[in-house]
Structure formats: C-alpha cells, structure tokens
C-alpha cells in the first residue's frame, strides 16, 4: 500500500536575482511570480501556497497533465487516511479503499490519470469477479474508485469529464452478471443458540442474550459501558456512545427490557466509562472455571500459572471487538460438535443473525414499523414528534418481551 514522506516544510518566498523576480519552489518546480518584493508577487505566492496546502502539498491543475494513476492512488490514500476515522481510529472502510487501490495501483499504475476511462473500470471489475467476490461487494468497492476521481476532480488535480465518464459504468445487476450473489443473512434458530450457549466463557454468553433479547448490532453490545445507559425508568434506555448511522445525524436508542436488566446488571457493577463485557475478565472466569473441573492433584502435572507465557503476543484486551466475539462463538460452535461427535452438528453461526432473530419475533408480534422502530432501521431523518413515537414504541415493545 503507498506509503507517506515525512511532510515537508512550507517552501519560502525567494529572490532569484538574474531576473529581480521573486520565485518559490513546489515538488521540484521554480514558479516565478512576479517583481520580487512587491505586494502583487507576495499575493501570487499566498495564492499558490494556499491553493498547494489544500491539494495536500501538491501542485494546482496546471502541473497535472501526466498524472499517473499511481500517484493519485496515493494522494487519495493520503486524504482518507484522514477522512475515514471514528473516534480517532481508523473507520473500517479504510479496509476496503486499501484493497481496491493496490490492486488498480498493481493493474493502472503506470497509466495516465487522465486515460483510464469506463473499459479500465470495468476491466479492473473483471478481476474483482474472478477472485469470486459477491456482486454486492464488487459494486462497493468499484465505487470506491469512481469516489476517488470524483475527488480529484474537487480538488482540480483531474477534470471532471473524467469522473463523469466513469459514472457511466452501471453497477452489477442481480441475474445479469456471472458475480455470485452473497447468502442473505438468515436468523438463527433459538435452539441452536441454546446449544451454543453452555459452551461460551460466561461473560459471551451473556453478551449474546442481552443481543437476542434487545436485537442490536454486535458491536453495540461490544461496546456497551454504564454510562451510556439510563437505569432511571422500567424500561432503561442504552444509547452507544458510537453507531452505524452516526455519520447520518440520527440518534441510537437501545431499550432494555426486565429479561435484558437481568443479564447486564450485574456487569454496570464498575467504573463508569469502562466497558461491561471485559476479555481480560472473561478469560480469568475461564481459567478459574478449568481449574474447578482440574481432575489432577495440584501436587502433580502444572500447578495454576506455572505454563503461561512470560511475554505473549497477544494480550486480553480491554474491551470485545466484533471479530473477537464472532470468533468466541465459532470456538463455542465447534466445541459443541466436537462433544455431539457428528450427531445433529449445530451450524456455525455469527452474531449478526442474532439481530435477524430479534427483528423476526418483534415483527411477527407487533408489526414491520415495530421492527424497524426497535432495531433502529430507519433510512430518512424524522421530526421531533416521530422521535417521540418512535421511542414510547420501542419502550413498550421491550417491556413485554425484552
């Protein structure tokens, strides 16, 4: 993946004495502006620096005829290394524009910017299609690069007929391409859940009855804190401290019902701005629970501690993270198997499609508004008075049934 330069300092306002003008010097280039000391050349110079800052220390359009697709690539990656972050992180589509620019990097590096048109879109498109992506995901990423053009078009590196001719490459449509098409996310069966549940460290598998029974996302519940929930009413009321939709200005309120206070409350038991659901906490339960079941006298084979690594790679951490958890669960799944040896084999599920579970019961109980109201799936900003509505529903939903 491109990689940065230290950043350079501002380039100063020089004197070339052979012709009196004054002069500075921008990626290797002497761009004269005038009679040296003089209020015009000075505001010519402002003007320049101003307008190389902005295009991220770059030369303006007038140097950007061979632009090479390589060296967009990596202007580009510059500029979403600081767009796409949440809360000081880096956001996970970050991920995905580092796939798609190393392999246009790898396919059109060395191609003028200004030459790759709709027949290189879709030739890089092809390539996503024989690495058997899903056609939903080749759409993803392939507007990734339409996204990058259209920005170097907002920032004059690249004319915008550019951009406008790749807008006409249409996205892969269901049942007229040879893309796969991804394996829609069903819910889980609540049997199957049970199954797994004997066979999670204690502290995931509450995670995933407070998931099943409140239907948010996994990385909510991943980063749920006691702060971040109001225990005030019968019904209390959890909004994440960071979501989805965020970036859209919507607001996300998780009620928690009677059964779901059961499963966290004894988890709000602790400072305030740390996480509930702790690695490190659950992995002392489970040591403590191995050596519970621990069949061989302490004065024979290892005593407790004496086999841990002095230095390991990888240390619990301070909170779960999506991966962790889906992880966690799949280890639980294939313990359970292991233990059924080939007896009615649970699948391997993820704790997304706890979600589904949860939006499946909520509509066939109160309705498709109830779900969406509940699960947070609106797509459009509403009034003040739908807010309103919105949460007095999803309070009651979850006072019957969460």
Known sequence: MPTDSAAPRIPSYRRHKPSGQAVVTLNGHDIYLGKWNTGASRAEYDRLIGEWLASGRYLPNGENGDLTVAELVLRYWRFAKGYYVKNGQPSGWQQHIRLMLRLLRQSYGGTRAMDFGPLALKAVRRKLIDADHSRAYIN???????????????????????????????????????????????????????????????????????????GCRPAEVCILRPCDVDTSGDVWI?????????????ERVICIGPKGQDVLRPYLLREKESYCFVPAESEKKRLALLHERRRTPLSCGNRPGTNRRRKPKKQPGNRYTTGSYRRAIHRAVDLANRQRNGDGLLPRWSPNRLRHSAATEIRRQFGLEAAQVTLGHATADVSQIYAERDLSLAVEIMRKIG
């Open 238 to 250: 959890y909004r994440p401290e960071s979501h989805k939709t965020e970036h859209h200005g919507r």
């Open 140 to 214: 993803k990423l392939v507007a990734i690069i339409t996204r990058m053009f259209k920005w170097a078009a907002a920032e004059e590196l690249l004319p915008s007929q550019v951009y406008e001719a790749l807008r006409t490459v249409e996205g892969l449509r269901k049942g007229r391409t040879s893309a796969r098409d991804a394996v829609p996310v069903r819910p889980v069966p609540d049997e199957v859940v049970q199954a797994t549940l004997p066979h999670l460290p204690e502290v995931v598998a509450d995670m995933v009855r407070l998931q099943r029974l409140t």
